[in-house]
């Protein structure tokens, strides 16, 4: 009796290890898919974050290449108000109390967007390189492409009893209308 005894404890062992076994297993099993289904939504997860941040950063880069878009427009002059531009250099004769005029306006045959401009200021040399100043930096696309300063002898201005002789400037520049 003893001996049935002891292999029914052996057998019950047995079924008690394999079970055991198993089911050690078949939890093993479980965790590892369920492991690796969280690897699988973390880095999914993580994409679309990355997804939302590009798109966060696409808006952000398309405005500002809007606004810099805008800045440069401002840049350029319009083609249908040259003749606001014109009184506007025009203007720079009463600011800066010398004789100012465009002489000419022309737009250039090898680039069609480029106008070409005259210019003649006569006055004081501090005034006249005033209108110089003026000119480079207007809020334009401005290229500077010749300038001549010289003094004219025979005219003179009085200052407090001094006589100052009177300079010209003659600027020809292209600005870019597109």
């Not at 250039?108 to 040399?125: I, R």
Request: aromatic share 8%; charged share 25%.
């Amino acid at each position: 009796m003893k001996h049935s005894r002891t292999i029914s404890i052996c057998i019950l062992s047995l079924v008690f290890f394999v079970v055991t076994l198993a089911g050690t297993l078949f939890f093993v099993r479980i965790i590892s898919n369920v492991n690796t289904r969280t690897a699988v939504t973390e880095d999914l997860l993580a994409e679309r974050v990355k997804d939302a941040r590009d798109i966060r950063t696409l808006e952000k880069k398309t405005s500002e290449a809007r606004t810099i878009h805008r800045t440069l427009g401002q840049y350029l002059l319009d083609t249908e108000h040259v003749d606001t531009f014109i009184s506007l250099l025009e203007d720079f004769g009463p600011l800066t109390k010398t004789e100012a005029r465009v002489r000419g306006i022309e737009p250039l045959p090898e680039a069609p967007d480029t106008f070409s401009v005259s210019f003649t200021a006569t006055g004081t040399f501090s005034r006249v390189m005033n209108i110089l100043e003026y000119i480079e930096t207007l809020p334009y696309d401005v290229r500077i492409m010749n300038i001549s300063l010289y003094r004219d002898a025979p005219s003179t201005v009085k200052s407090n009893t001094k006589k100052l002789p009177l300079w010209t400037i003659d600027i020809v520049f292209n600005v870019t209308t597109q």
